[in-house]
């Protein structure tokens, strides 16, 4: 009994003081809420206004990066559009020059399909297939990938410039020594390539220099270089250059000083004797105008025409005439029919060719007519 008495009151001042230190902490909370309420309130509102602030300078950080980025890409934007703008002037410019290039040399421009052949026009890249696909694929490609694309492009065009140049280079060249090669086979005729110098009709103008252009100025030689090619190959066609026999025939007598066949003495011969079958045709050797076609003395039946610039040929002994005074005749247009009517011995053909009114020798022609065959239908 004793024991179960004390045990009591021990339980019981637990109680007590547990709820005395209760009582005394929950008194301690009140009193620290209710004494230091405001501090704690405003330590909260800092640490919010904290948050909010590091919240708001991370936004405007992402938003700076966002804008910067945004920026960049409208840069590049621009950018890619300038280069393309640029690229598709430079094509716009390269085809002009094309176009030069083809109206020079008589050519159509090829298509992409078409090859590269020596002095012919170059290839023109795909580049303007290329242009018209970039500008709607600025929105839907990368800047990098369109960098790379227009660089591409670029360089293209920077290929196709170059060909352009070399092949206008290579036809000035070639151009260049068509015309010397002429000019050296009209000087073995005895002519002067200057003799046939004269201002075109219906020309004329202020004086425009050509641009400082690197291509304009090739362009402009190149041109010069072409003219003066046809030119001279004009003033090669009107030479008397073509055989006036185009069968079987041989030299029985050359131009020079020889024995007279009637007087054995010594005399002028002023021509060619072509030894033919009669009846052979005698043709023109240039174009030209009958200035005779009659009886004439030792000539016998005789053609003359004139081929302009001082020169003229004769057709002598004919059998019979095929042509009258004033006609106007073709290079190879039959003048008569080979005889020996005049001062012959046998049927042949007295050619002469005359410059200024005094005989030459017509070898220098028809030597120089068999090279420049000879020439052309070996030139590539």
Do not use: C
Not at 131 to 155: H, K, M, N, P, V
Not at 181 to 197: C, E, K, Q, S
């Amino acid at each position: 009994m004793p024991l179960t008495t004390r045990a009591a009151p021990s339980n019981s001042l637990r109680a007590v003081w547990f709820g005395l230190v209760v009582t005394t902490l929950w008194a301690a909370g009140a009193t620290y809420v209710l004494v230091f309420h405001d501090e704690v309130l405003a330590r909260f509102v800092a640490r919010q206004a904290a948050m909010q602030a590091a919240y708001e300078a991370r936004i405007a950080e992402l938003q700076t990066s966002l804008d910067r980025t945004n920026t960049q890409r409208a840069v590049d934007r621009d950018g890619l559009e300038s280069r393309l703008s640029a690229l598709a002037e430079r094509q716009a410019g390269l085809e002009r020059r094309q176009a030069a290039i083809a109206d020079l040399t008589g050519e159509a421009p090829p298509n992409a399909t078409d090859s590269i052949a020596t002095g012919s026009l170059p290839e023109p890249p795909p580049a303007a297939l290329e242009l018209r696909g970039a500008e709607g694929a600025l929105g839907r490609r990368s800047a990098r990938d369109l960098g790379t694309r227009l660089a591409g492009l670029e360089r293209d065009l920077d290929r196709f410039g170059e060909a352009q140049s070399r092949g206008l280079g290579r036809l000035a060249a070639r151009a260049g020594r068509g015309a010397e090669r002429l000019r050296g086979l009209v000087a073995r005729t005895g002519l002067d390539p200057h003799r046939f110098d004269r201002p075109a009709p219906g020309l004329g103008g202020p004086l425009v220099p050509v641009s400082g252009d690197p291509f304009a100025l090739a362009l402009a030689q190149a041109q010069r270089a072409r003219g003066d090619e046809a030119r001279l190959r004009r003033i090669a066609a009107d030479l008397p250059l073509r055989r006036p026999i185009l069968g079987e025939f041989s030299l029985s007598s050359g131009f020079g000083t020889r024995l007279d066949p009637f007087t054995r003495g010594l005399a002028l011969h002023t021509g060619l004797d072509l030894k033919a079958e009669f009846g052979e045709p005698a043709r023109a050797t240039a174009p030209g105008r009958v200035t005779a076609a009659e009886t004439a003395g030792g000539y016998g039946n005789m053609v003359e025409i004139d081929h302009g610039h001082g020169l003229v040929t004769r057709y002598a002994h004919l059998a019979r005439l095929s042509v009258t005074p004033g006609q106007w005749v073709r290079a190879g247009d039959v003048v008569g029919r080979v005889g020996s009517t005049g001062r012959s011995t046998g049927s042949h053909l007295h050619y002469e060719t005359r410059i200024d009114g005094e005989p030459v020798d017509p070898q220098r022609f028809l030597r120089v007519g068999a090279d420049l065959d000879a020439w052309q239908f070996n030139a590539p």
